[in-house]
């Protein structure tokens, strides 16, 4: 309880002071990205930008320990972690809606073009996010036992990564410091949390719950899940409304930023209307609605049916043969294919686009990699023991003139 009430009243104190130190540590960016700007060279626009967009890096390496290794269900809450912030970090973008620096200060430059509200960073809480998690709950177990250097040496690049990435949003002039330290600020509160008080929990409720199909996890578990999420996204959509009633009442100032972004965006080659779902108010509402995949994975592991049990994992995918570890790569990359498809669904109006893309891609998403993953191995017969959802079947699995494979049990 100490770390909670030590954590909660820095978060507070911070809260406070950057009330008040706002507008100087606005000035002062200004002064800062101007003078970056100055040094404006192929080479850097390159090198920031890499480290501003490829923070997605890392979820996909842990896509991968999800395939090949036993830490399944550590990459689903990896996953679910990722979401939250992501949907969170939208929602107090709509509770500040603090405009990007590029819109307010002439003299600096966009050179990246992103058209929501700046306050704080979701690069920033994403990045950090997405770093700090990732050796702490992704990385196995037996990795960091054996490989303890190499961790320390992942740790180090990580840091690195995440001050270089908010670096690269003050060059480009999409960042303020302050909407930076802020996304660190309440991205940290929110791991130290986490980490403190409910992975633990959340990670043994899970294991015991899967050990076996007869108990699983209850419907009461899912209920409160989705109840949760609902009372969620309804703050987030009266957060929407208030800044499209109220706060931006008069559309002027919004107008004006809308011609800002026409100018200095080299890829912005039409002016925008208010009511685009890739500006201000509207973004940050459908981004929100990312938090929606956490519910349809518990949904997915509720109905798949099946048991987690990561000791089995390691002996048992060591007797497939290459051409089942191959089919079994081939099912996950056919399975998730149609959301690139789903990706490509387009539209101005930002309800449309959390009718037609964002809920169906996060519901394909959790379902596909719960339900459907496990349903499409049994079908096969390429589940193994291990597997994440696993569903019994015969000791013996037979995949057209696949050598047989006994399954440990």
Request: net charge positive; hydrophobic share 45%; glycine share 4%.
């Amino acid at each position: 309880m100490k770390i909670f009430i030590v954590t909660t009243l820095i978060l507070i104190c911070y809260l406070l002071l950057d009330q008040v130190y706002d507008q100087y540590l606005w000035d002062l960016n200004t002064i800062i990205t101007k003078y970056l700007q100055t040094y404006q060279d192929p080479f850097y626009e390159i090198m920031f930008n890499c480290f501003s967009d490829w923070i997605n890096l890392l979820p996909q390496i842990a896509f991968l320990i999800f395939i090949f290794t036993e830490n399944k269900l550590a990459y689903i809450i990896y996953v679910c972690l990722i979401q939250s912030i992501t949907s969170i970090n939208s929602v107090l973008k709509n509770l500040y809606h603090q405009p990007r620096p590029y819109w307010i200060e002439s003299e600096i430059q966009a050179l990246s073009c992103n058209k929501d509200f700046g306050k704080p960073s979701g690069h920033t809480m994403a990045s950090l996010t997405t770093f700090a998690l990732f050796p702490l709950i992704v990385l196995p177990q037996n990795f960091k036992k054996k490989h303890r250097p190499i961790q320390i040496i992942v740790i180090g690049i990580m840091s690195i990564w995440t001050v270089m990435a908010a670096l690269s949003r003050i060059y480009l002039g999409m960042h303020s410091i302050g909407q930076i330290l802020l996304g660190w600020v309440y991205t940290g509160y929110f791991i130290i949390i986490y980490i403190s008080y409910l992975h633990k929990p959340i990670l043994n409720y899970l294991k015991k719950r899967l050990s076996s199909v007869e108990k699983g996890i209850s419907w009461k578990f899912v209920a409160i899940t989705g109840l949760t999420t609902f009372i969620y996204l309804i703050i987030s959509i009266l957060l929407y409304y208030w800044n499209k009633n109220y706060v931006y009442y008069d559309q002027t100032e919004l107008n004006l930023w809308l011609s800002i972004i026409q100018q200095k965006c080299s890829n912005q080659t039409h002016l925008l209307e208010l009511s685009d779902s890739k500006v201000f108010y509207n973004f940050c509402l459908y981004k929100s609605f990312e938090i929606t995949l956490i519910f349809f994975i518990i949904l997915g592991i509720k109905i798949s049916n099946g048991k987690y049990d990561e000791e089995y994992f390691i002996h048992n995918y060591s007797l497939l043969n290459q051409k089942q570890k191959l089919m079994r790569i081939l099912i996950v990359l056919i399975l998730l294919f149609p959301l690139k498809i789903l990706e490509m669904n387009e539209n101005d109006n930002v309800w449309l686009i959390i009718i037609i893309q964002t809920i169906p891609w996060n519901a394909f998403c959790g379902l596909s990699l719960t339900f459907g993953y496990s349903k499409l191995l049994k079908y096969y017969k390429l589940n193994i023991e291990g597997d994440f959802l696993y569903i019994k079947q015969d000791p013996q699995t037979i995949y057209g003139k696949y050598k047989e494979i006994k399954i440990c049990v």
